[in-house]
């Protein structure tokens, strides 16, 4: 598929690519100088997969900079998602230039800080091993994924062996240094892995931060126990002869049994927030992206114990949305309703707040015009604080 628009001696092209991904580029007498990469994504919140559009690879070729030539494609790239399937669209960005095209920071970034002793490993539970990954382990470790991350906000669906991360993964059995260790538990099962995800741009640059920590792109283990051990192998990796390392750093949330057992070792977690920049999230149809997140928001309707049906309408730039909460949880209504509670919430908040990457309240306090104290309740429900994360190896 391709699609043309026509400005003088300029035009913008919207390619879809064989991977699935599209390129819009800005074409200058014939030549393409400024280009952007949307990449299309599922994500999961809690209960919810939501359609998600990244957009990565946003460059102009240095002699043509400082002529609008990026804005003119992030422009029509954003026109294109909206008219797409997507809810939200993400990125990794520099300050002060995505706002400009509705993008917020998401939340913070998270990373355990784990210390170690050398002299002092724990050891792993009577019983227990790790080896090197191996292809034949690669189904294990899919399956330990999306258990691990079903839950939570921000991880991909990485789906089928084809996909980035996994190819990825696999070509580490090709030599290098991007290796992956394996916890086997004392049947012999994969219970957790540690893969290090160098050459990598975001884990260079924790890399490069923190050069006396070994910076482990992804652990995931299935439970406590395992828990505990993965966290003994990535201190093994990090004790490794000939490497002069005083921790062990993860990108990682302050949840699950990683976490916690993290905790118990004394570990230490960092929230590292952006004014402007890093993860940035703006949402392209509030309908879609309630419609998307309807199992999710169901579960915290119900678990919040709400006594009586309330039809919340929800006012954006990018269009208007109205949710009937009830005992049985929410729907996105389909006709037009006189609202109990009617909210004002820009997209980009709406974004923000779907992902739980700040304390709702405090957000609808600063907003423009902050809704009344029942719709400020509702809103507590259906968007409570959590963690958004998508591990390194996703990151576009």
């Known amino acids: ?77 954003v026109r294109h998602m909206r008219e797409g399937d997507a809810t939200i669209s993400t990125l990794y960005g520099i300050p002060n230039f995505y706002p400009k095209f509705g993008y917020a920071t998401a939340g913070p970034e998270h990373v355990l800080m784990l210390p170690f002793d050398r002299d002092a490993l724990v050891p792993l539970p009577d019983g227990w091993s790790y080896r090197r990954f191996c292809a034949e382990d690669l189904s294990d470790l899919q399956g330990l994924y999306e258990r691990a991350t079903r839950n939570m906000v921000g991880p991909l669906v990485r789906g089928s062996a084809e996909q980035r991360s996994w190819s990825r993964l696999l070509k580490t059995l090709e030599g290098g240094e991007d290796v992956c260790e394996v916890v086997l538990d004392r049947d012999g099962r994969i219970v957790a892995y540690a893969w290090l995800v160098q050459r990598h741009w975001w884990m260079e640059r924790m890399s490069e931060s923190s050069p006396k920590a070994l910076s482990i792109g992804e652990v995931v283990a299935e439970g406590a126990e395992a828990a505990e051990a993965a966290l003994s192998v990535c201190c093994r990796m990090a004790a490794e002869p000939h490497a002069d390392r005083d921790a062990v750093h993860i990108p990682l949330p302050p949840e699950g049994p990683l976490a916690l057992a993290a905790m118990l070792r004394g570990g230490r977690f960092v929230q590292a927030y952006n004014r402007c920049g890093g993860f940035m999230v703006r949402t392209l149809s509030p309908r879609r992206l309630m419609q998307a997140l309807g199992p999710e928001l169901a579960l915290r309707a119900r678990r919040s114990g709400l006594d009586a049906r309330t039809v919340l309408r929800i006012r954006t730039g990018e269009g208007d949305v109205s949710l009937a909460l009830s005992p049985q949880g929410v729907t996105v209504l389909d006709r037009d309703v006189a609202p109990d509670l009617d909210v004002e919430i820009p997209q980009a908040e709406l974004a923000r707040l ?24 509702a809103i507590e429900v259906l968007f409570p604080r959590r963690y958004p994360h998508i591990y390194p190896a996703d990151r576009f």
Do not use: C
């Open 354 to 377: 779907s992902l739980g990457g700040y304390p709702p309240r405090d957000l609808l306090a600063r907003m423009p015009n902050p809704p009344e104290e029942r719709a400020a309740r």
């Open 1 to 77: 598929m391709s699609e043309t628009q026509t400005s003088g001696h300029t035009r913008i092209n919207i390619t879809r690519l064989e991977n699935g991904n599209t390129e819009v580029s800005l074409e200058l007498d014939g030549q393409a100088v400024s280009r952007a990469i949307i990449i299309p994504m599922t994500i999961h919140v809690g209960a919810a997969l939501v359609r998600m559009d990244g957009i990565g690879g946003v460059e102009t070729d240095e002699k043509h900079r400082n002529r609008g030539y990026s804005r003119r494609v992030l422009e029509a790239a």
